[in-house]
């Protein structure tokens, strides 16, 4: 056991967050924590993080167990360079070894980070990857991630869901992305309500168990409220009733009463429609090698494509290949500086903005809505503001706030809110899920999914890709833009066999070149070898067959662990799993040293 909640409660004004619960985390688990935004799951981390106390009940961490955290919110860190932000991370104690120094260079390489940039010049994503970095370089015993997905690419999420995979420690994080959830949890906990409740299995087993356990919970409450009705009529009978009535009756109509008044019902979901606009012109956008630079820099090589009505277009890429460019080169905020790009007739566009630029963050949360006027025409009817924000879950003390007070989850709803008041036949959505609470989110997702219009989607949410667009326009990095028809987990599986394809036949080019070198080097090799005694040439000659065994075997272990169903045995066997895999890639790492080793002593003059 590695943490535990003994009756832990905490309060934010007169709201409870928790109350009086419990937890435990034992070591190799990968515990998801799930919940609605404002219910506390980043002030669960930080009482575990030691950065607040809780109003009661206890927080035990194992004594000598290190603990790291990415939270959610961005730190200040002033006039450093990235490599001392990620190194600082570093326990005091771990001194500058071979092996803390590739292990810190290998996590800034796959973050993509450059250890010679200041942290203060970065954009607040790439603080984010140091700041990731700077958790991952101590190899703790606990790690805590809020939202870790939101700003990087897919192909960094990837990287990070297979680095903890591999993780030796115990893993709490806080997500909304469902893939990401999927591939890594052991066990779901959901707080809701000031409560923790835990389901074994992945997001997909918890969402099943969780809908069940709502239907019990309402037929329950249904029942009870019907009783306690019943009695509240009985006990208002007239003087003859309360001349005969049971006082053992009256004692249970006030416990009832009390049980009640303490149930504390489920915040209600967030409801909210797009307004569809008349039809746009059959053509929306047409581009002929339109390209783009800045600087030195292309950003957008030559691209050509037709978007129709109706299409259902993703762009992705990496963090920096230009996604938000391409979007501003279509809707003309930025011109091509050279080919062309025409747009349709009769666009009415709703633009989410992943920077929420289109929040007056110094304005109320009612004023942002509408500019100010009481009432939003929706459906051929005029609602009010008030009436209308309850839909997005804002609460009327909320109305006047300003929306700078607002927390990140919040602001997507306010800008949701203002986004949907206006009528669109042109959605575009520039990273829309981060900061979302998952049902906010797939609430989201099922509307997008019906929007009749045309949607230009960014997201690296593959789960939301998957289920809302029908093609792709992938940009690689290097300025050209590649269209694909088909969803994310089509592009994947086109791409790795596409890259598997290349392999081989490079493998199949280094194969005819090694016979002519082997040939012209036996002679010079054979003498060479004879600097290796007899026992080290026969581990020489048999290491490439322990690397291929020990490669293979690793191989297979991965891809049991990839199969969600792997996530739903016994705790102690994914434990196990789990640190054998570790052990193969330390053998795999030795095995290659030594061959090194040795190699060299056989090639030394």
């Not at 409740?197 to 992945?202: A, E, F, Q, T, V």
């Amino acid at each position: 056991m590695l943490l535990r909640f003994d009756g832990v409660s905490l309060a934010f004004g007169s709201r409870p967050l928790l109350d009086h619960v419990s937890l435990q985390v034992g070591e190799g688990e990968r515990v998801c924590v799930v919940g609605r935004n404002g219910e506390g799951k980043s002030s669960l981390l930080r009482l575990v993080a030691g950065s607040s106390p809780p109003d009661d009940g206890s927080v035990w961490i194992k004594p000598g167990a290190r603990l790291a955290m990415l939270a959610q919110d961005l730190d200040v860190v002033e006039d450093a360079l990235v490599d001392e932000v990620v190194r600082s991370g570093l326990p005091a104690t771990a001194g500058e070894s071979w092996e803390i120094g590739y292990r810190v260079e290998a996590i800034m390489s796959r973050l993509g980070l450059d250890p010679r940039r200041r942290f203060a010049e970065l954009s607040g994503g790439w603080q984010r990857r140091a700041l990731l970095g700077r958790a991952l370089v101590s190899d703790p015993d606990i790690l805590l991630l809020d939202e870790p997905t939101n700003h990087l690419d897919i192909e960094a999420i990837e990287w990070l869901e297979q680095m903890m995979l591999e993780f030796r420690g115990a893993l709490l994080f806080v997500s909304h992305d469902r893939a990401f959830v999927n591939r890594l949890a052991t066990r779901v906990v959901e707080l809701d309500r000031g409560q923790l409740s835990s389901w074994p299995g992945n997001y997909d087993d918890f969402v099943v168990k969780k809908a069940l356990q709502l239907q019990i919970e309402a037929k329950a409450n249904a029942h009870f409220d019907k009783k306690l009705a019943q009695e509240e009529v009985w006990i208002r009978r007239g003087v003859e009733a309360r001349r005969t009535r049971n006082e053992g009756r009256v004692r249970e109509l006030k416990a009832m009463r009390e049980q009640r008044r303490q149930r504390r019902d489920r915040i209600g979901q967030a409801e909210f429609a797009l307004r569809e606009a008349t039809e746009s012109g059959k053509l929306v956008f047409e581009a002929e090698q339109a390209s783009v630079s800045f600087g030195a820099r292309m950003v957008i090589r030559d691209f050509s494509a037709r978007i129709q009505r109706g299409d259902r277009v993703g762009i992705v890429g990496p963090n920096g290949a230009g996604k938000s460019t391409l979007i501003k080169l279509l809707l003309g905020d930025i011109e091509a500086q050279s080919g062309k790009v025409w747009r349709g007739s009769r666009l009415e566009i709703a633009y989410y903005d992943q920077q929420r630029e289109q929040l007056d963050l110094t304005a109320s949360v009612f004023d942002n809505v509408n500019g100010g006027n009481a009432f939003v025409p929706i459906g051929g009817e005029n609602r009010h503001v008030s009436g209308y924000l309850r839909e997005f879950l804002f609460r009327p003390d909320q109305l006047l706030t300003p929306a700078s007070a607002l927390s990140g989850g919040e602001r997507n709803r306010l800008l949701l809110a203002r986004l949907f008041a206006r009528p669109a036949n042109l959605l575009v959505m520039d990273e829309p899920t981060n900061d979302l609470d998952i049902d906010t989110l797939e609430l989201l997702e099922e509307l997008v999914a019906e929007f009749k219009g045309t949607l230009l989607l960014v997201s690296h949410d593959r789960a939301f890709l998957d289920n809302v667009v029908t093609s792709l326009l992938v940009l690689e990095g290097d300025g050209s833009v590649r269209e694909f028809v088909g969803g994310w987990s089509d592009w994947r599986a086109w791409r790795a066999a596409r890259d598997n394809a290349a392999t081989s036949q490079r493998a199949g080019s280094a194969a005819q070149s090694s016979v002519v070198t082997a040939e012209r080097g036996a002679g010079a090799s054979a003498r060479r070898s004879k600097r290796l005694s007899f026992k080290e040439q026969r581990e020489f000659d048999e290491l490439p067959g322990r690397i291929e065994s020990l490669e293979s075997r690793k191989g297979e272990l991965e891809n049991r662990i990839a199969d969600p169903n792997f996530y739903q045995g016994a705790a102690d066997s994914i434990r196990d799993s789990l640190q054998q895999l570790q052990q193969l890639t330390e053998d795999i790492d030795a095995a290659y040293a030594r061959w090194a080793e040795l190699e060299a002593l056989r090639t030394a003059t």
